[in-house]
């Protein structure tokens, strides 16, 4: 049986913290045991501490860290790691929220001696009948068709505990973790079928802020750990995404509207990068990402009809 330690990332998170918790303590395992579930708090000024403690006093698994104040998502991952004692280490947004069963699935691959690294599939709980919410889909769906062929993982991540430290100064701390477990001569696999849902940003201002952040970050990981995630593959993002494409006025129009901000959001990436010189590891929160009062009661419970068969589109980060 694998033991599993998982390492939650938080920033004011008070709408999320406690259900996020709750889902971790009551997943359904089999072939893992969850022996900790460390909660690393940065500079948090809501209820987020205070709900995280209350879990920590009445769950033995659960523990708080208290970062007195943000000093980027990877240095909160180092403390995580530090005190992380299991096979194998789960990285967690505080912003997301896993299906029953998406451990289990997580951890499954790690059957295989070879493999280093996985990846759940993030599925967005956004209106995709609103415009921002079609963008933030088609980008998951995309990330879903290229991480089948060759994996790309985000949102939620585990991997081998011989990773003890990352870059305390990467803005893609899953990026850079690919990195290292590739340096080490091992795989890494995407778990279709480990569902984890999150929010996407539902305003353009949101939308550029963070994905130029993810491409600066990328653009920093490739000078820095020599390493190019799949989905800079531009050639490869646009064959899926012809293949995803309905062709209806109002898809074919949403469509190219979300390939034109994709195109700025990285564009202003690339200024920061090589321009501006900036390297965006404390960054400036997307708040729409946090809205998860828009998250559906029950939505840890449900899984996408095509979930882990290959059809249907995700987000090309």
Same mark, same amino acid.
């Given at each position: 049986m694998l033991t599993a330690s998982v390492g939650v990332m938080a920033y004011n998170e008070e709408r999320n913290i406690g259900k996020l918790l709750g889902a971790l303590v009551s997943q359904n395992l089999a072939n893992v045991e969850i022996r900790q579930i460390v909660v690393v708090s940065s500079g948090s000024t809501d209820r987020t501490d205070e709900i995280a403690a209350d879990w920590a006093s009445r769950e033995p698994r659960v523990e708080l860290i208290r970062?007195?104040?943000?000093?980027? +998502?990877?240095?909160?991952?180092?403390?995580?790691? $530090?005190r992380a004692d299991a096979d194998v280490f789960i990285l967690e947004s505080g912003d997301t929220l896993p299906a029953p069963d998406c451990v289990e699935k997580l951890l499954a691959p790690?059957?295989?001696p070879e493999v280093g690294m996985t990846g759940a599939r993030p599925v967005p709980v956004d209106d995709p009948g609103a415009f921002m919410g079609f963008v933030v889909h088609m980008l998951w769906?995309?990330?879903?068709?290229?991480?089948?062929?060759?994996? +790309?993982?985000?949102?939620?991540v585990a991997f081998r505990s011989f990773v003890r430290t990352i870059p305390a100064n990467t803005a893609v701390d899953e990026a850079s973790i690919e990195a290292i477990v590739i340096d080490r001569g091992q795989?890494?696999? /995407?778990?279709?079928?480990?569902i984890i849902y999150n929010k996407g940003p539902d305003n353009v201002r949101d939308f550029l802020k963070q994905r130029r952040r993810i491409y600066a970050?990328?653009?920093?990981? $490739? +000078?820095?750990?020599? /390493? $190019? =995630?799949?989905? +800079?593959? =531009?050639?490869?993002i646009f064959r899926v995404l012809l293949d995803d494409l309905e062709w209806r006025?109002?898809? =074919?129009?949403?469509?190219?509207?979300?390939v034109f901000l994709e195109t700025v959001g990285r564009f202003l990436g690339v200024v920061d990068h090589r321009i501006l010189k900036k390297n965006p590891y404390t960054w400036d929160v997307a708040e729409s990402t946090k809205n998860l009062d828009a998250v559906p009661d029950g939505a840890a419970a449900r899984r996408p009809a095509d979930a882990g068969s290959g059809s249907g589109a995700g987000g090309a980060g």
């Amino acid at each position: 049986m694998l033991t599993a330690s998982v390492g939650v990332m938080a920033y004011n998170e008070e709408r999320n913290i406690g259900k996020l918790l709750g889902a971790l303590v009551s997943q359904n395992l089999a072939n893992v045991e969850i022996r900790q579930i460390v909660v690393v708090s940065s500079g948090s000024t809501d209820r987020t501490d205070e709900i995280a403690a209350d879990w920590a006093s009445r769950e033995p698994r659960v523990e708080l860290i208290r970062q007195e104040s943000r000093e980027g +998502k990877a240095s909160a991952i180092n403390l995580f790691l $530090e005190r992380a004692d299991a096979d194998v280490f789960i990285l967690e947004s505080g912003d997301t929220l896993p299906a029953p069963d998406c451990v289990e699935k997580l951890l499954a691959p790690f059957a295989n001696p070879e493999v280093g690294m996985t990846g759940a599939r993030p599925v967005p709980v956004d209106d995709p009948g609103a415009f921002m919410g079609f963008v933030v889909h088609m980008l998951w769906r995309l990330h879903h068709c290229l991480a089948l062929k060759t994996p +790309k993982l985000g949102e939620m991540v585990a991997f081998r505990s011989f990773v003890r430290t990352i870059p305390a100064n990467t803005a893609v701390d899953e990026a850079s973790i690919e990195a290292i477990v590739i340096d080490r001569g091992q795989t890494l696999q /995407y778990a279709p079928d480990a569902i984890i849902y999150n929010k996407g940003p539902d305003n353009v201002r949101d939308f550029l802020k963070q994905r130029r952040r993810i491409y600066a970050g990328h653009l920093w990981l $490739e +000078k820095e750990q020599s /390493y $190019e =995630v799949s989905t +800079k593959n =531009v050639g490869g993002i646009f064959r899926v995404l012809l293949d995803d494409l309905e062709w209806r006025p109002r898809t =074919v129009l949403w469509t190219l509207g979300g390939v034109f901000l994709e195109t700025v959001g990285r564009f202003l990436g690339v200024v920061d990068h090589r321009i501006l010189k900036k390297n965006p590891y404390t960054w400036d929160v997307a708040e729409s990402t946090k809205n998860l009062d828009a998250v559906p009661d029950g939505a840890a419970a449900r899984r996408p009809a095509d979930a882990g068969s290959g059809s249907g589109a995700g987000g090309a980060g």
